[in-house]
């Protein structure tokens, strides 16, 4: 039986994980979050002590790395590092930098690349992150461009820190959704764009709950479900 592939990208605090999540639990796809497999990475560089832009030294790094998904009973995402669960510790805002910096390199992109392919083989997704359409699965059934203005964006990250007990100043959280984006969508290897045949879902104006009836009649219109 084929497997069938929804590709969510979009810039960071556009809600894509929340409702990737969600629109993957009402269909009962397996929801995988790439933007933690490169956390995942970036945590490692900072632990070895390795810069995250120098690519020989970030390449030397990466044979002897273990990266591994892994899905609790709750059906939650956990990332494991050499075996040590770090889902929690790849949330860290310094992380997200570090994860930003490992993105923009090819090797790690290409390092990566296998593991998420191998995902939406063997099952049904809803995978999110930058270049899933346009780059890792360029072939996926239903893509999606979910994305919200800066400023919306770094009102819910606010919230969403605080929620975590690791609250930020509002123009901190901004400047440094601004550099992101700055950073995702000019780098080389595989910036942040729209892909072809992707449909644009703009958040800023919709409740969570909007958004994912949105997100679902877009899946269910191109899929039949
Ligand atoms: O979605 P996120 O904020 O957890 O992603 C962390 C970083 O990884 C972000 O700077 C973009 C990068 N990323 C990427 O380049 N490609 C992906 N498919 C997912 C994330």
Not at 61 to 89: I, T
Not at 160 to 168: I, K, N, V
Not at 204 to 216: G, I, K, T, V, W
């Amino acid at each position: 039986m084929s497997t069938i592939r929804v590709a969510i990208d979009g810039p960071s605090g556009a809600g894509k994980s929340t409702l990737a999540r969600a629109a993957a639990a009402a269909l009962g796809f397996l929801y995988v979050d790439t933007g933690a497999i490169y956390r995942t990475v970036g945590l490692s560089a900072r632990e070895e002590d390795v810069d995250p832009g120098d690519e020989t030294a970030m390449a030397a790094m990466l044979p002897a790395l273990r990266v591994e998904l892994r899905y609790d009973k709750a059906g939650r995402q956990r990332m494991l590092l050499n075996g040590r669960d770090v889902s929690e510790e790849i949330r860290l805002p310094e992380i997200s930098r570090y994860a930003s910096a490992v993105s923009a390199l090819p090797a790690v992109r290409a390092y990566l690349m296998e593991t998420q392919r191998e995902l939406a083989r063997k099952n049904s997704v809803v995978m999110d992150g930058r270049d899933i359409g346009s780059v890792v699965l360029p072939d996926a059934e239903v893509k999606i461009f979910l994305t919200a203005s800066a400023r919306v964006r770094a009102e819910r990250r606010c919230r969403e820190l605080e929620e975590r007990g690791t609250p930020q100043p509002f123009e901190e959280v901004f400047r440094d959704i601004e550099d992101r984006d700055f950073r995702d969508t000019h780098r080389e290897a595989a910036p942040l764009r729209q892909a072809d045949g992707a449909v644009l879902l703009d958040t800023s104006a919709l409740d969570f709950q909007q958004s994912l009836e949105a997100l679902l009649s877009i899946i269910r219109e191109r899929t039949g479900l």
